[in-house]
């Protein structure tokens, strides 16, 4: 069975999905995909840490990974998307010198 740090490699294919979904969808839909996941990978390891068959456990936490890094690019990536953004839009005012007299 894969290693519990399985986030890390799930993490990349997950911000693929999460950009197709920021595109597609908007930032209101992204963020609560996004939470709704984080939702269900809590809920999942708690369910794991509670199991008494480690073997069981085991899987039910690395399941939770999984579905934890698929679920974190679409909040996470929105905050390097509107710096992006934000920057784009407003560098002529990031840029500018400062007006006469200040």
Known sequence: MPPPQAYYVWYCPGSILALWVMERHGLRT????????QLV??????????????HAAYAVVWVA???G???QP???NNVVRGSCSAIRHRSALTFA??????
């Not at 708690?46 to 199991?51: F, P, Y």
């Open 97 to 102: 010198p400062d007006a006469p007299g200040r």
């Open 30 to 37: 992204s963020l609560l995909w996004g939470y709704a996941l």
């Open 65 to 67: 990974q999984v579905v």
């Open 41 to 54: 990978m809590i809920t999942l390891t708690c369910a794991g840490l509670r199991m008494a068959d480690a």
């Open 74 to 76: 679409l909040y996470l």
């Open 69 to 71: 890094s698929f679920g």
